[in-house]
């Protein structure tokens, strides 16, 4: 299989992770949406990552559903339950964090791809504001002891560590150790795997 898209991206990085986790391996293409789009395209017109290859040639785009079909083909997986209240929960959960990180992403772009004199300040405030309730949320969840953590972790888990990684670098208006301890330590932890250490940040 082929990953393509830049670790840079969390939503790359979580499949990344997600694959060296349950062993599933692939060839890596770090391809930039903004600086490869015609190396881009083929894999997805609509030029974002991540996209994933299978051996067959079919392509995937979208990190949950790539999650997903990945992870249905590996017998055993405990990263995302089959059915019923687990699997909405860890579902739920991974759902708080990539629209945190969404809101992330989109608040960056405001910044960096527009000239400075047409940023629109209440709107950057608001995406801003928006990424960091999802953080608020999944922190306390993690403080209340309902992640699994690095003993029992399940795709809520890796996600939340990898979002923590990217956000706390790259928007730390709306996510950084101080305001969000109880995700910053479950971060640190999985930072510290071979599987995280194999797709770094
Ligand atoms: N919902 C998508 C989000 C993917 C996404 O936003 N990717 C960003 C990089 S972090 C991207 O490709 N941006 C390029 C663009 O939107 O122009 C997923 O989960 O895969």
Redesign the pocket.
Known sequence: MKLI?RY?????R??AATMQWVGLPYEHHSLS??DDADALRPF?P?????ALVLDDGEIL??????IDTLLQGVPNQTLLPASGLARRQVLQQCGIM?SA??KS?SAL?ERVKRPEEKVHQPYLDRLIAQAKAGFDQIDAQIAAGQFGGIQNPSLADLTAAVGFTFAQKMMPQACSEQDHPALAKLAQAFEQTEAFKACRF
């Open positions: 898209g840079l991206s969390p939503f790359v979580r499949v949406p903004a997805n609509m030029l974002k990552v991540p785009v979208e990190s949950s559903a790539i990539t990180l969404d992403v772009y």
